[in-house]
């Protein structure tokens, strides 16, 4: 059987397709990419300088609150989002359901996002990413988690922090445990790379490139309760290369003031007078879980293998 | 006199990926957030990203006109995908402010979304320098209607990827995604 190919173009297979979809990757670099479920909110994140939209039937802290079985979002909603802004438009998909996967695909969305936010469809198998001409992200708690993913296709790794909790302390756990370990990992001998890729349960080319490297070979975003133009900062302070920010914009008060202010502090991370500007007048901030509070099995974070 | 400066536009998109570009040909790359960034730079850079998302950010900064005067001084400029459409005359669909460089026409994710994202190898025939090159396009732009101080440096399947009119450079592939660096080493002989 034949590659496909878009006439002009090379085959869309391998390392080449691949380096097409991190270089989507690449262009969202430096910016935030903001959960929306509306047109209109998609309108006034793309006006608010959000660099692409995720677009969802319910916020994670919605999904939280509503519980029942969380799936990929009705397509007429997706569509109307598309049409009505030109930056990237990413959705989720359940872990494991490539047939909604491919739905996505075959809509055209920008990126895809294989989320514990949504109810897992398979216990033990995440989708095989490399065949699809759409691109994916896949949350990681560790590194090891982010190069199984990277091993699937996933052309960007995000941390899973706890969405719809509107608290920052797993993402920034998730963060310093994917850096450490990319740290760690790069100050190891050339012959430790393969118990050092069976204590991670990783591909050994991908733990190999790691040690090399000293980097993931797909960008790494943070994404999992940020909600304050501070959280942001402090997110890509700490490594992340851009912010998803979900519940956090549009279950605070003021919606595109906070969007305004989460973009201008993600750009301006470095300093620190500008992210206090960007903290001026925002009113209230979406209100937060005490994780303490809340049961292993309501952690989103748990789901992914 | 020491390495060459080159400024990038470091409000969002694929900063890095130039600033390794630009160590490549041996010149210092630099941020570039404010007017005062641009002093002593002999070049500048303007990176793939999000159109949008940058000209809200040069809105808030104030950089349109320190940025067209900095071109109107002499100084060379090169923009890819993103960067290309700041410096087009005009855009369409989803039209976005511009700094109105080059004479042509900015057309947005002209070849359509990620899914339609490509990568192919420079037409033959184009300016010999840059013959072979393979361009990786990202939800790209096309260039259309090119005036007559336009030149037209590359074509991929027909339509201009690489412009050039005076100093300022567009292409609306990513040079600086692919190591090939014959694009970033041509913005740094227009700076001499």
Request: aromatic share 4%; net charge negative.
């Given at each position: 059987m034949?590659?496909q190919?878009?006439?002009?173009?090379?085959?869309?297979t391998?390392?080449q397709?691949?380096?097409?979809?991190?270089?989507?990757?690449?262009?969202?670099?430096?910016?935030?990419i903001?959960?929306?479920?509306?047109?209109?909110?998609?309108?006034?994140a793309?006006?608010s300088?959000?660099?692409?939209?995720?677009?969802?039937?319910r916020?994670?802290?919605?999904?939280?609150?509503?519980?029942?079985?969380?799936r990929?979002?009705?397509?007429?909603?997706i569509?109307?989002i598309?049409r009505?802004?030109?930056?990237p438009v990413?959705?989720?998909?359940?872990?494991?359901?490539?047939?909604?996967?491919q739905v996505?695909?075959?809509?055209?969305?920008?990126?895809i996002d294989?989320?514990?936010?949504?109810t897992?469809?398979?216990?033990?198998h995440?989708?095989?990413?490399a065949?699809?001409r759409?691109?994916f992200?896949c949350?990681?708690r560790?590194?090891?988690?982010a190069?199984?993913?990277?091993?699937?296709?996933?052309a960007?790794?995000?941390?899973?922090?706890?969405?719809?909790?509107?608290?920052?302390?797993?993402a920034?756990?998730?963060l310093?445990?994917?850096?450490?370990?990319?740290r760690t990992?790069?100050?190891a001998r050339?012959?430790?790379?393969f118990?050092?890729?069976?204590?991670?349960?990783?591909?050994v080319?991908?733990v190999?490139?790691?040690?090399?490297?000293?980097?993931?070979p797909?960008?790494?975003?943070?994404a999992?309760?940020?909600?304050?133009?501070?959280?942001?900062?402090l997110?890509?302070?700490?490594?992340?290369e851009?912010?998803?920010?979900?519940?956090?914009?549009f279950?605070?008060?003021d919606?595109?003031?906070?969007?305004r202010?989460?973009v201008?502090?993600?750009?301006?991370?470095?300093?620190?007078?500008e992210?206090?500007?960007?903290s001026r007048?925002?009113?209230?901030?979406m209100?937060?879980i005490?994780?303490e509070?809340?049961?292993?099995?309501?952690?989103?974070?748990?789901?992914?293998? | 006199m020491?390495?060459?400066?080159?400024?990038i536009?470091?409000?969002q998109g694929?900063?890095?990926?130039?600033?390794?570009a630009v160590?490549g040909?041996?010149a210092?790359?630099?941020?570039?957030?404010?007017e005062?960034?641009?002093?002593?730079?002999?070049?500048l850079?303007?990176?793939?990203?999000?159109?949008?998302?940058?000209?809200?950010?040069?809105?808030?900064?104030?950089?349109?006109q320190p940025l067209?005067?900095?071109?109107?001084?002499?100084?060379?400029?090169?923009g890819?995908?993103a960067?290309?459409i700041?410096?087009?005359?005009?855009?369409e669909?989803?039209p976005?402010?511009?700094l109105?460089l080059?004479?042509?026409?900015?057309?947005?994710?002209?070849?359509?979304?990620?899914?339609?994202s490509f990568?192919a190898q420079?037409d033959?025939?184009g300016?010999d320098?840059?013959?072979?090159?393979r361009?990786?396009?990202?939800r790209?732009?096309?260039l259309?209607r090119?005036?007559?101080?336009?030149e037209?440096?590359a074509?991929v399947a027909?339509?201009?990827?690489l412009?050039?009119?005076?100093r300022?450079l567009?292409?609306t592939?990513?040079?600086e995604?692919?190591?090939?660096?014959?694009?970033?080493?041509?913005?740094?002989e227009?700076?001499?």
């Open positions: 034949q590659d190919n878009n006439g002009n173009g090379e085959a869309r391998g390392a397709a691949f380096e097409i979809k991190v270089g989507l990757a690449e262009m969202l670099k430096g910016g935030v903001m959960d929306v479920t509306t047109p209109d909110q998609a309108k006034l793309e006006d300088g959000a660099a692409a939209v995720m677009a969802l039937e916020v994670p802290s919605d999904i939280r609150k509503d519980g029942g079985v969380a990929m979002c009705a397509i007429e909603i569509e109307g598309q009505s802004v030109s930056i990413m959705a989720k998909v359940r872990i494991g359901h490539f047939s909604e996967a996505l695909e075959s809509l055209g969305v920008d990126f294989e989320s514990e936010v949504l897992p469809a398979d216990d033990a995440h989708i095989d990413k065949p699809f759409s691109p992200v949350g990681a560790d590194l090891g988690e190069l199984r993913r990277i091993g699937e296709g996933a960007m790794i995000r941390t899973k922090g706890e969405a719809g909790s509107g608290n920052i302390v797993e920034v756990r998730h310093r445990q994917v850096i450490g370990d990319i990992l790069a100050a050339g012959d430790e790379i118990a050092r890729a069976k204590e991670l349960r990783a591909p080319d991908l190999r490139y790691v040690a090399e490297h000293g980097a993931l797909v960008p790494n975003f943070a999992g309760g940020i909600a304050t133009p501070a959280d942001a900062a997110c890509m302070s700490l490594g992340a851009a912010v998803f920010v979900g519940s956090g914009i279950k605070s008060e919606p595109a003031a906070r969007a202010s989460v201008h502090a993600t750009t301006h991370w470095r300093e620190p007078g992210v206090l500007n960007a007048g925002l009113g209230a901030a209100e937060g005490e994780l509070t809340l049961a292993e099995s309501e952690r989103l974070a748990n789901r992914g293998w | 020491g390495s060459p400066r080159v400024g536009l470091a409000i694929d900063v890095e990926a130039h600033a390794a160590r040909v041996g210092i790359p630099v941020r570039v957030l404010r005062k960034d641009l002093d002593g730079l002999a070049a850079i303007l990176p793939g990203g999000e159109s949008t998302t940058i000209t809200k950010g040069m809105d808030r900064l104030g950089l349109w067209a005067e900095f071109a109107n001084g002499g100084r060379p400029i090169l890819t995908c960067g290309a700041l410096m087009a005359r005009e855009v669909h989803h976005v402010q511009t109105s080059i004479d042509v026409t900015a057309r947005r994710n002209a070849y359509g979304t990620q899914v339609d990568a420079v033959p025939g300016a320098r840059l013959s072979g090159f361009c990786v396009f990202i790209a732009p096309q259309r090119p005036g007559p101080e336009v037209v440096l074509r027909g339509e201009a990827v412009v050039q009119q005076g300022c567009a292409a592939f990513h040079p995604l692919s190591e090939d660096r014959r694009v970033h080493r041509l913005l740094l227009l700076a001499d």
